[in-house]
């Protein structure tokens, strides 16, 4: 269907425009007062300011059947990771994995997402396709870009909640060929991609050896697929690579070929001044995810010097077991606000951020139609509602989304020019059925997990 959207109190980047035109998925025209043309919907945007959609470029779709579990409210990374996604996991099934996309992925269409990087890393020697698959099959069903970032471990190594639940992991070759099924069944190359494939092995201190992770990146860059995985969220992985490797944990990624502009990393808490200029110098990306570094006790990430030294920033709303909000808009609040704790008001601003959650996280992901609002981009575009009582009082109309933060409410959001939320609602979701389902799924996994 064919869009006209006008009277919009603001467009971002799009200073004094109000109508934005979008005719099979595109946008061909932003102004103001434009003149409506035949075989086209009309949308009144008033009191709305429209953002591009949200690019969220790390995630755990997984957890959101994990939200508050009590053995893991107080611990940090290592032994919240054995006591949560690593004791309940295994005992996933395809229709459990597909009703946790299905709440993760509205959870963030309602915040303003409209691509999503899960970091999916449901696999071990025994797994079967169809978790995967599900995961798949949620992103098409609700009409979100979904960029699936295919983790797994080929070995336990040190890591504690493999160890403590005695997962047995893929071989490299196994996992290579797996990816490879799975690249030629979903991934789409071109720039408008609502499917793309990343190579991402869980962590790469602790989940391969370094043969393994020099062959996962020699497969990627022959097929001109992204890098992706954990680094630096807790000093533990600093500590390993000097034990095992005698080098920093970033000097380790150079070794095994891991640093560079295709390649992004989760968190990277613990990175210092030579971490940095190592990662800045090689153009490497981070997905800063600060509520889930503040829930486990992480710390924050240095991103304002990562900036400086040349890495793009982009924000990442991480797993719901450890973020339970499920939020993007609370994760570019909390990122305009976090890092004047430690380095005063001027440290962020609103601009920069909405760069990072938009902008950046499309050239992260190699979404190149994406993450701006122009003429000839994909209508990716959030409508934010502005006749909402968080918004009362309020004199910055542009920003006012991520001044407020939660609660937010969207009076429509596209995704290829196509409506996915109205209203609030997620225009393709069942939520009393789901919300049935999952009910009768959590108990039986509760069951196979603690028995």
């Not at 005695?166 to 499917?195: F, V």
């Not at 440290?347 to 994406?370: Q, Y």
């Not at 910055?396 to 109205?422: R, T």
């Not at 393709?428 to 059925?433: M, V």
Request: proline fraction near 3%; hydrophobic fraction near 40%; aromatic fraction near 6%.
């Amino acid at each position: 269907m064919n869009y006209l959207i006008k009277n919009a109190d603001a467009i971002a980047n799009q200073p004094g425009a109000t109508d934005i035109r979008i005719q099979d998925g595109i946008i061909t025209e932003i102004g103001h007062e434009l003149a409506a043309n035949p075989n086209e919907q009309q949308l009144d945007a008033k009191q709305t300011v429209i953002y591009p959609g949200f690019i969220n470029t790390h995630h755990h779709l997984a957890q959101s059947a994990l939200k508050g579990i009590p053995a893991g409210l107080n611990q940090g990374l290592g032994e919240w990771l054995a006591s949560v996604p690593y004791t309940y996991w295994p005992h996933f099934t395809p229709e459990l994995m597909y009703d946790a996309a299905l709440i993760g992925l509205s959870e963030q269409l309602r915040s303003g997402v409209t691509t999503c990087a899960d970091h999916h890393y449901l696999y071990h020697a025994n797994t079967t396709p169809e978790l995967e698959d599900a995961v798949w099959q949620a992103a098409e069903d609700l009409g979100i870009r979904l960029v699936l970032c295919r983790g797994g471990a080929t070995v336990q190594g040190t890591h504690k909640g493999m160890l403590k639940n005695n997962i047995q992991p893929e071989s490299i070759d196994q996992a290579l060929t797996r990816i490879d099924n799975s690249r030629s069944l979903y991934h789409q190359n071109h720039c408008n991609a609502m499917r793309r494939i990343v190579v991402a092995p869980t962590t790469i201190v602790h989940s391969c050896t370094a043969d393994d992770l020099k062959a996962y990146a020699a497969y990627a860059r022959s097929h001109q697929l992204k890098l992706h995985s954990h680094l630096l969220e807790v000093d533990f992985d600093e500590i390993q690579a000097q034990k095992k490797y005698g080098m920093s944990a970033v000097e380790y990624a150079a070794s095994v070929d891991w640093l560079g502009e295709d390649v992004w990393f989760a968190h990277i808490v613990q990175a210092k001044e030579q971490d940095i200029k190592m990662l800045g110098d090689s153009k490497t990306g981070i997905a800063h995810c600060p509520t889930s570094n503040c829930r486990l006790g992480s710390g924050i990430a240095p991103v304002k010097a990562m900036q400086e030294a040349g890495m793009t920033v982009s924000i990442g709303v991480d797993g719901s077991a450890s973020s339970e909000s499920g939020s993007m808009i609370q994760e570019v609040n909390l990122s305009w606000l976090i890092h004047r704790t430690q380095q005063g008001a001027s440290a962020t601003t609103l601009e920069e951020c909405l760069i990072w959650s938009s902008e950046n996280g499309a050239k992260i992901l190699g979404l190149d139609s994406v993450g701006t609002i122009e003429v000839g981009k994909a209508a990716d575009l959030v409508l934010y509602d502005l006749n909402h009582y968080r918004y009362y009082g309020m004199h910055d109309n542009l920003h006012s989304p991520i001044l407020g933060g939660e609660p937010i409410s969207i009076k429509a959001s596209f995704v290829n020019g196509l409506k996915v939320v109205e209203n609030g609602q997620v225009v393709n979701l069942d939520e009393e059925a789901l919300h049935q389902r999952i009910l009768g799924n959590l108990n039986k996994l509760k069951h196979k997990a603690l028995s």
